[in-house]
């Protein structure tokens, strides 16, 4: 199993359409694995959220019920049929529940999944960890870990005595060519192993497993997500002060460092990684033109308003601050398209994902650059995005919007400071300082909908991006390292109440207007 971020994974993206990457491609990605560890058609779902966690107040506003349902339809997070997944699972006779109980989970976004048909029960329990990732971590009893990066393959049998097991597990390995890992775990003289394999295991292997008579059920997963996971893994460099060394002996560029890092992880030529950033990039330039023409749909707080700014900017009716402006208009652009169920980037998460392209572009764009500078100044934003992901969280459900707008805001300066052709030092300083400015921040979305203060601190997080690239860049010390920052960030979201922690229970959540919205919309 992997311990390292992926940029393509974990930081920019998924590419997906709806309001939350934790709420709705968290859990289609969830959906998906349980799909394919259910035999038969699925007839019934029965999804359990505890009362105490996030997904208990939130899972409607937030699109967990939709991500959830087309999922097990088969959709996948950008799919164009997501927005209509309840009603397409109903016509085709697929009975979906929610029910809010008292059961201790681990995480706010824990999934307690009940799945029926004629003659087959399962019962898998999932978390939604944050910006798309996810985890099941039992299925019916049997302890698991599948995070969607392998092929999966669950080995279930029965023995009466543990010499006996051994026996088998050594038969099971010598008949599988090639495995990342092997895990088990036994009930009552049941076991389940969980093979990880890079590549699928063949029909034929499986033929051969299933000719061991003490195995009574064989499933198989494969991958959700874009960049699958190897066992052995060997990363250049793995925090901010070997980054910087590394820079200087190579005479190295912050986008350098981050394609150097992902060919590495992801075991793909460094080009292929700027090729994928080229890609991603097409996407979010795409929501921002979206955005400004203006976008509909029916269940929302806010209609189309980033038209408005760039209409009154054009007009002379702002502060002259350009190129300020233009990355407000492109940053409501694509929290507009957000909430509208189009295709954005969740960089690093849905809730705020306007930032990072809003920022980025609306400089590039505002100085009329060449495509070049911009894929790397992505990629040096995705960088930053790694370590935050390795030492932290994105989920605000965790740490509140420190966690996801606070750690945009971050990325986003590294980018811009890339941009202006900076140094990797300059990067980090950047980074540093934008985070330290924004450590406490809650999440309270009004009516759980990520709309409402989600988009005006999306524009904050882009303009203190600005500020902090540009103290950067000035040479202003950032006095506390960013590893430092980063591991202040998660320690405070630790010390947040749940309350306000998107969980729609504190803050402008619970506002007398804002419950007046929350009625009117439902």
């Not at 606070?406 to 590294?414: H, L, P, Y």
Request: aromatic share 6%.
């Amino acid at each position: 199993m992997s311990q390292y971020s992926s940029i393509f994974n974990d930081v920019f993206g998924p590419i997906m359409r709806g309001p939350s990457s934790s709420h709705v491609a968290g859990a289609a990605r969830i959906g998906l694995l349980a799909r394919q560890l259910f035999d038969g058609n699925i007839t019934k779902v029965i999804t359990e959220f505890d009362k105490k966690g996030s997904l208990a107040t939130t899972y409607g506003g937030h699109g967990s019920d939709i991500g959830l349902a087309g999922g097990l339809l088969g959709f996948n997070p950008k799919d164009k049929r997501l927005p209509n997944s309840l009603k397409i699972a109903k016509e085709k006779e697929i009975e979906i529940k929610f029910e809010i109980k008292d059961y201790e989970a681990q995480h706010p976004n824990t999934y307690k999944l009940k799945l029926f048909a004629d003659n087959n029960f399962i019962e898998i329990i999932a978390l939604s960890t944050g910006g798309g990732m996810v985890d099941l971590v039992k299925i019916n009893d049997f302890d698991i870990s599948i995070k969607g990066d392998y092929f999966e393959t669950l080995i279930f049998l029965k023995v009466n005595k543990e010499s006996d097991f051994e026996n088998i597990l050594e038969n099971i390995k010598n008949k599988i060519d090639k495995f990342e890992f092997i895990n088990f775990n036994n009930l009552n003289n049941k076991y389940l192993i969980n093979v990880k394999t890079f590549e699928k295991i063949k029909d034929e292997t499986i033929d051969k497993l299933n000719s061991i008579v003490e195995i009574y059920d064989i499933k198989r997963t494969n991958p959700v997500l874009p960049v699958k996971s190897r066992k052995n893994i060997k990363i250049p460099f793995n925090s901010p002060k070997q980054m910087i060394e590394l820079s200087k002996k190579k005479d190295l560029k912050m986008w350098e460092l981050a394609t150097l890092y992902e060919s590495a992880r992801g075991d793909m030529p460094e080009r292929k990684v700027y090729e994928k950033m080229d890609e991603i990039i097409d996407i979010m330039q795409n929501a921002i033109k979206d955005g400004i023409a203006g976008t509909k749909y029916k269940d929302r707080i806010l209609g189309p308003q980033a038209w408005i700014v760039k209409e009154a900017k054009e007009n002379d009716k702002l502060i002259p601050t350009n190129i300020l402006n233009n990355v407000i208009a492109y940053t409501m652009a694509v929290m507009e398209v957000k909430s509208s169920m189009g295709l954005i980037v969740a960089a690093p998460t849905a809730g705020s994902c306007g930032v990072i392209p809003g920022t980025i572009i609306g400089v590039y764009d505002s100085l009329k650059l060449d495509k070049d500078r911009l894929i790397k100044a992505m990629l040096s934003s995705a960088m930053i995005g790694i370590l935050i992901s390795k030492n932290a969280t994105f989920a605000g459900e965790e740490a509140g919007c420190q966690a996801e707008c606070g750690s945009a805001s971050s990325m986003a300066a590294a980018g811009l400071v890339q941009l202006m052709d900076g140094t990797v030092e300059q990067c980090i300083k950047a980074s540093s300082i934008a985070l330290q400015n924004v450590l406490g921040l809650i999440c309270d979305p009004v009516a759980n909908r990520v709309e409402v203060p989600c988009l005006g601190r999306n524009i904050m997080a882009s303009t203190n991006a600005i500020a902090s690239a540009n103290m950067a860049l000035a040479g202003v010390d950032e006095v506390i390292p960013l590893e430092e920052v980063i591991e202040t960030m998660y320690n405070v979201g630790n010390m947040l109440p749940s309350e306000i922690c998107c969980t729609g229970l504190g803050g402008l959540s619970v506002t007398r207007t804002a419950k007046n919205i929350e009625r009117n919309l439902n």
